[in-house]
């Protein structure tokens, strides 16, 4: 008896029956230059019949339950004890669905980054009991927490191709939607919905309650509007970015308009590669760098800060206050260095970089706001060791995402996914500013990227045992 395979979604620009693009035209309207392409490659989902279970629309209840935590992200404001809020609740609530859907399907349950968040955990563990703070122990709760929650959404679209397309259509349409209601908020003078409060002056926050968080959420929306089909057309896409980032504009962050640049650079980049060529892209970021090397000298920061501070409200609250956002975050990094090399190789305890600030009475006190020192001086060693290594898987796996081939099932929905791939390099610059592991959205994000690792799709159907 014939095994009856299921038919084939449109082609899309990342994949052509299961190979890399040829220079046929494009699904996007756009050609590619006619650069030799491998061989004809299949990703092991092109093959599976139809009754696989990979292809049903279900389970419903999974599906409910994932478009709900994700919709409910940015509800941070009110916030509960131990910096809990009723995101959690949604988090929460998708964790215990899917262990148990897997556990009634008799599947395991892999957990992607479990090794370096084994090390963070650790080597949060020993600081926190070396410190006993409780303080301590619950920032090492919140992050087995987060990477539950990762996990739960890697195996959640792993394991069905329908639970993929619910969590990026509810995200991108989420997005949109919560930068709209910060827009009309800001633009109504409703302070309320625009999050606006008197310590971040004119700065929104939404409901994030800090309008760095908020606007590092934004970024994330448009890399998933630009690297995905939820929205088709180009120009609704387009007017969706728009949306997005006037609301990034909004927030006033610095941070968050460095992580644009930079992921923009690096995704003009990959596209370039992905359509000229390797030499092509190099050439680009080799004028690119030029340029950058020759105009910068000759521009003056401060006086363009200094220029934004008498300006209108919005260049106030971000490039005008450039120099002194600039210069408490170096005052405030060589105050943590300088933490962490007197101190010993177990560190200070997680999150309590401030309380140890204060008890060497630093002029400047206040948590790290940046992930590389605070996991070395909160964790130690042993700490940045994990980090090192968090970051080296999630590279490999962004790196596989954007260059591999994929199943024409994902790149169906994920049609251009050298934007994650950007996204991430702007995380890792934003990381010099905050402590974006603390970030929900981050974990829900590492989860979608383990989630759609063709090596580690491959790997699992080989071999259904734990994802590394």
Known sequence: MAVTTRPAPPLTPTSRAGRRPSPARRADGGRTSGVPTRAVTWHPADRLPLDDPYFARGPRHVGYVLAASVVMLPLLVPSGPGNTALADVGILALVVVVVLWLRHEHVPVGVPYLLPMGLLVTAGATSAFQSGAESAVLAVLQDIFCLLWAAAIANAVRRRRWLLDVLLRAWVWSGVFWAGVLCAGRIAGISWMAGLSAKDGGRASLTFDDPNLAANYFLVCIALILATSVIRHRVARGLAVLLVLLAIVFTGSNGAAVGLAVMAGVGVLLRLRRRQGVLAALAAAFLAAAGVALVVPQVNLSAIGQKAADSVQILKDSLGRSDESSGSR?????????????????????????????????????????????????RGALGGLGLVALIAVTAVRLGRVATWTQSRWVSHVVPRPEFLLALG????????????????????????????????????????????
């Open 330 to 378: 170096e005052a405030l990094a060589s105050e943590t260095l300088g933490l962490y090399l007197g101190g010993d190789l177990v560190g200070v305890g997680p999150g309590r970089t401030k309380a140890a600030l204060k008890g060497e009475a630093a002029p400047y006190v206040k948590e790290a706001h940046n992930d590389y020192l605070a996991t070395l001086v909160e």
């Open 425 to 468: 390099c702007a995380l890792a610059a934003a990381a010099l500013f905050y402590e974006v592991l603390h970030f929900r959205h981050i974990w829900a994000l590492l989860g979608l990227v383990a989630g759609i690792d063709p090596a580690a799709w491959g790997f699992e159907r080989r071999n259904p045992g734990p994802v590394r």
